[in-house]
């Protein structure tokens, strides 16, 4: 590679850091960042790049000549600051599958040995040092996190309240989504409603949100949450990547909610149709879905018994 197109690069990475100071963490014991002589005899770029809140980006780039600097090979690691994955992007060619081949990217903690560990395509254009920062970046914003959170305050627990607007302006931000979902465990009553059933709305679109918060929806949920978050909870399961393991675990997590919680019209019509749609998915535990849908008709109000018959006939559909 010629000497000054790769030390202009480095250069470049090297200011991007430096002006990133709002959110990084420099004099954190951690920080690393190869230096330039390493560097230029490698043609390759390493760091590890900590950020305020505790959570950090691990790099790692090879670069080529093509009559400028390339990332011939990448690899950005970004985990939360209990260590847990948040997302990858890396162009490993081991996913001809995905759309932006051999860009891609995972999402959500790192499978245990044995699991699959499953790509997405790139949600941003150009995979580069910039461009990721920029999107660890948005997690900061927290101004306009805090503007979006304040949407949903107001009124009585009767109203959906400004739901349709939060949902519409959120979009398929990853940062504003993590803000949401956090916001179903808020202390205000109204937040968690609200919240809850804007993540929903939103995962039926965007399904990959929710994936690096599959520890928490599969995990023990914490105390003191309204009924209401328990509602949606058994219709986003499904929409997680799920190994064989966490397909059990979201399994018994629909079967607590329907079994553990006051039941009402809407939380058993909905953990019904999780049941489902995992069962529909995977091709497991038809039956026992079935004989599930089948008990809660025998008891259940008009409503239960139509959603009910639709499920039954899918799940019939299905096996024969």
Not at 96 to 111: A, D, L, N, R
Not at 164 to 183: K, N, P, Y
Not at 211 to 236: C, D, F, K, N
């Amino acid at each position: 590679m010629a000497t000054d197109l790769f030390e202009n690069y480095y250069w470049e990475v090297y200011a991007l850091i430096f002006e990133s100071a709002d959110i990084l963490d420099i004099e954190d014991s951690a920080f690393s960042l190869s230096d330039p002589d390493t560097a230029r005899i490698a043609q390759a770029i390493h760091a590890v790049l900590p950020f305020l809140d505790g959570s950090r980006l691990y790099v790692v780039v090879s670069l080529t000549d093509e009559g400028e600097a390339v990332e011939d090979r990448y690899a950005y690691i970004y985990y939360d600051a209990g260590g847990r994955r948040i997302f990858q992007y890396d162009n490993r060619r081991h996913h001809p599958e995905i759309s932006t081949h051999p860009h891609h990217m995972h999402k959500g903690p790192i499978p245990a040995p044995g699991e699959r560990d499953r790509a997405w395509p790139t949600d941003i254009d150009f995979v580069a040092c910039e461009t990721v920062l920029n999107r660890i970046r948005e997690r900061f914003s927290l101004d306009s996190h805090s503007e979006l959170i304040d949407l949903l305050r107001g009124g009585d627990l009767r109203s959906i309240g400004r739901v349709a607007e939060v949902v519409e302006r959120a979009g398929d931000s990853q940062a504003f989504f993590d803000a949401l979902f956090a916001a179903m465990f808020s202390e205000e009553p109204v937040v968690q409603l609200r919240a809850s059933d804007a993540v929903e709305k939103i995962s039926q679109k965007h399904p990959q949100l929710l994936q690096p918060h599959s520890a928490t929806l599969l995990g023990e949920l914490p105390p003191g949450l309204r009924q209401e978050v328990y509602w949606h909870i058994p219709l986003m399961l499904p929409r997680l990547s799920l190994s064989e393991t966490d397909w059990g675990r979201a399994w018994a997590q629909i079967l607590s909610i329907l079994h553990q919680r006051p039941k009402s019209r809407i939380l058993v019509v909905n953990c019904l149709q999780g049941l489902a749609d995992l069962s529909l998915q995977s091709g497991w535990r038809q039956e026992e879905a079935a004989a599930l849908i089948r008990a809660e008709m025998e008891v259940g109000s008009p409503a239960i018994r139509a959603r009910g018959r639709k499920l039954l006939a899918a799940l019939e559909k299905e096996t024969r």
